[in-house]
């Protein structure tokens, strides 16, 4: 109950903020009012035999007024937001150092509406088409500069892989992805990108959990609140870690004593690596294998269902390489057409699911996964894209999603994002009409779906 000690204090600015808060939260509470109390209290203590004891806690500090942010909405939101945290036991004078200095941003309050911090259909990995975003995303700098650095970390690299499991290419794939190999880090500072967030408000929970992390790692005396860089989203350090997964995940691997997920590879990487580790890693197995079919193949198996790889192989399916699976029967893989049947085609195994949790988009998976070949000395895809197709544009897709489900195959709601309800809706559109069931939302597809409707 340190809040209810912190509103007795007889200091202007607490009433003042005592009162504040209750106008925003039109909270029935005209100041501080001495409710019960079940923790400790300051001020002398009465005994019954009425000799006043010693204080035996200290006073729970002041929360320090804040100086005005210069938006109104983020200066309620942080009175509100500063009274839960204290009250939910946060060390006061971290609650203020972590939110003193945050200021609106463009990005998440600007007047224009460019929040790329909230709207999921404005991210790289789904507004291109994938072979555009994997130009980007795998580059040759990457790869090259990647195996680089196993061979300048080779030391650290064998230790990683001995103490979680992971395999090197995997780490230095993330690594890559995250921040080009610890070379782009990102300049936000993490408490006044989230504080955005929290006041633009479609992901204020989320948001306020992060914030409370950020206070928690800064308690813990693992990082000072100066050294809190991240992304515009709230990632920090070279692997791009949130909050509340540095709290669980961030590891001192180089032994000085702090979790630098900034300037030390060795705790990001080994970071990295407990966390792909803690998510189901698996060592033994790939992200996955490119595969060639023969003619005929029913494409409609590309279902987002596992099957043992005795039966994928039972179907015909072999790796492009020519060479055989290198992997156990009785593994379990799912078949995936990233571009359709034209394109290059993969079974995924675990570790690209384990991929998704950095990022659950099938484009950033699929972008580590060949990150990790090619660190490796192995170039893909060996399939060429399909670049010739005309693609949907999200307002196409909103129609293709539309006509699916006013016909009963059911796509999701109508968001113009042709994730995995629309392809799956898609393929049994055409598995329906006899129609080649790759469920690849191309122009050709639409007009289909617009036919039959
Ligand atoms: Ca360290």
């Given amino acids: 109950m340190k809040f209810t000690a912190f509103l007795h204090q007889k200091s202007l600015p607490v009433l003042a903020l005592a009162g504040f808060m209750a106008a925003c939260a039109g909270t029935p509470q005209a100041g501080?009012?001495?409710?019960p109390v079940s923790g400790p209290v300051s001020g002398p203590v009465s005994t019954p035999g009425g000799t006043p004891s010693p204080i035996t806690a200290p006073p729970a500090p002041v929360l320090q007024p804040f100086n005005l942010s210069g938006n109104l909405s983020m200066d309620a939101w942080r009175e509100d937001f500063a009274r839960r945290a204290v009250a939910a036991g946060r060390d006061t004078a971290i609650v203020h150092a972590t939110l003193a200095s945050i200021s609106p941003l463009d990005l998440y309050l600007g007047d224009t509406l460019k929040t790329a911090g909230t709207d999921v259909g404005s991210q790289a990995e789904f507004a291109k088409p994938i072979w555009e975003y994997l130009e980007t995303a795998v580059t040759a700098g990457r790869t090259t500069g990647g195996a680089e650095k196993l061979a300048d970390l080779s030391t650290v690299f064998d230790q990683i892989e001995a103490t979680y499991g992971v395999d090197r290419e995997a780490v230095a794939a993330i690594w890559a992805m995250e921040t080009n190999l610890g070379s782009y880090i990102g300049n936000f500072d993490a408490a006044n990108t989230l504080a955005n967030m929290a006041v633009e408000g479609r992901r204020r929970s989320f948001a306020e959990g992060e914030l409370t992390a950020l206070m928690k790692m800064?308690?813990?005396?693992?990082?000072?609140?100066d050294q809190l860089k991240s992304g515009w989203a709230g990632a920090m350090g070279q692997t791009q870690f949130m909050p509340s997964t540095?709290?669980?995940?961030a590891v001192d691997f180089?032994?000085?004593?702090?979790?630098?997920?900034w300037n030390s590879a060795p705790d990001a990487l080994a970071s990295a690596a407990n966390y792909l580790s803690a998510s189901g890693y698996q060592n033994d197995l790939p992200w996955g294998i490119e595969i060639i079919a023969p003619t005929g193949f029913d494409w409609s198996l590309a279902d987002g269902q596992d099957r043992r790889m005795s039966t994928w192989t039972g179907y015909g399916l072999f790796a492009i390489t020519g060479?055989?699976?290198?992997?156990?029967?009785?593994?379990?893989?799912?078949l995936w057409l990233p571009a359709g049947a034209t394109g290059p085609k993969y079974l995924l195994f675990k570790n690209f699911d384990v991929y998704k949790t950095y990022n659950r988009s099938d484009s950033y998976a699929l972008a580590v996964?060949?990150?990790t070949d090619g660190i490796g000395g192995r170039h893909g895809p060996v399939g060429v894209w399909p670049t010739d197709l005309v693609l949907l544009s999200r307002r196409d897709v909103m129609v293709l999603q539309d006509n699916l489900n006013r016909q009963g195959f059911d796509a999701g709601p109508v968001d113009g994002i042709a994730g995995r309800g629309t392809k799956g809706a898609l393929r049994r559109f055409q598995a329906a009409h006899d129609l080649l069931a790759d469920g690849y939302p191309t122009q050709t597809a639409l007009q289909q779906v617009l036919d039959a409707s």
């Fill in 246 to 249: 540095f709290l669980t995940y």
């Fill in 32 to 35: 501080p009012v001495p409710g």
């Fill in 369 to 371: 996964g060949l990150l």
């Fill in 323 to 334: 060479s055989g699976f290198a992997v156990p029967e009785t593994s379990y893989a799912e």
């Fill in 254 to 261: 180089d032994g000085d004593g702090r979790k630098d997920l």
């Fill in 218 to 225: 800064q308690e813990r005396g693992e990082v000072s609140r």
